[in-house]
T-cell receptor, first 110, second 115 residues
Framework: RKEVEQDPGPFNVPEGATVAFNCTYS??????FFWYRQDCRKEPKLLMS???SGNEDGRFTAQLNRASQYISLLIRDSKLSDSATYLC???????????FGAGTRLFVKA | NAGVTQTPKFQVLKTGQSMTLQCAQD?????MYWYRQDPGMGLRLIYY???????DKGEVPNGYNVSRLNKREFSLRLESAAPSQTSVYFC??????????????FGPGTRLTVT
């Protein structure tokens, strides 16, 4: 079983749609959680951290469920510019053991 | 600030050739990392350097060596390239404090093909 699993997609949604991605992780000792965004043939960039209480950044909302060991990302009012691959990232020990999921591809259509 | 820079951007090698990928960061980060990314797989850690003067193996270190030249620079060397090392290589850095920070900043990547 992979340590971090994501639905690879692709998710094809129209502009303005709401889309949600889930990610599960296997190590209950995981400490920190993130969503990164990766555009085609570019480097990954931090989108947002994920906190137990849930957190929001504009149209993006991230949730963490430690009991079920999953993380979610909700994108509201999708824009064409949201088309990218979204990577779920789990950190074990404060820095050096960081596991990246394989990513979920999102295509937003006009 | 340039952030994290990598050279070269593209490289084609023949099996058995050697090369060094260069990485530098100007964010005064203590920790630096080398990853490879293959289709359908997440980024996999090759080596990391928690701080200047230290290096440690990651998940897939075989066939690679690294040097933390100074606080800014972290290089990755392929001694005898193999087709299985065809991949996109990313360098990253994190943390301006004494401990590694899980928020990592990536360079633009090196696309390596081994024929």
């Amino acid at each position: 079983r992979k340590e971090v699993e994501q639905d690879p997609g692709p998710f094809n949604v129209p502009e303005g749609a709401t889309v949600a991605f889930n990610c599960t992780y296997s190590n209950s000792a995981s400490q920190s959680f993130f969503w990164y965004r990766q555009d085609c043939r570019k480097e990954p960039k931090l989108l947002m951290s994920v906190y137990s209480s849930g957190n929001e950044d504009g149209r993006f909302t991230a949730q963490l469920n430690r009991a079920s060991q999953y993380i979610s990302l909700l994108i509201r009012d999708s824009k064409l510019s949201d088309s990218a691959t979204y990577l779920c990232v789990v950190n074990m020990d404060g820095g050096f053991k960081t596991i990246f999921g394989a990513g979920t591809r999102l295509f937003v259509k006009a | 600030n340039a952030g994290v820079t990598q050279t070269p951007k593209f490289q084609v090698l023949k099996t058995g050739q050697s090369m060094t990928l260069q990485c530098a960061q100007d964010m005064n980060h203590n920790s630096m990392y080398w990853y490879r990314q293959d289709p359908g797989m997440g980024l996999r850690l090759i080596y990391y350097s928690a701080s200047e003067g230290t290096t440690d193996k990651g998940e897939v270190p075989n066939g690679y060596n690294v040097s933390r030249l100074n606080k800014r620079e972290f290089s990755l060397r392929l001694e005898s390239a193999a087709p299985s090392q065809t991949s996109v290589y990313f360098c990253a850095s994190s943390g301006s404090s004494g401990l590694g920070s899980p928020e990592q900043y990536f360079g633009p990547g090196t696309r390596l093909t081994v024929t």
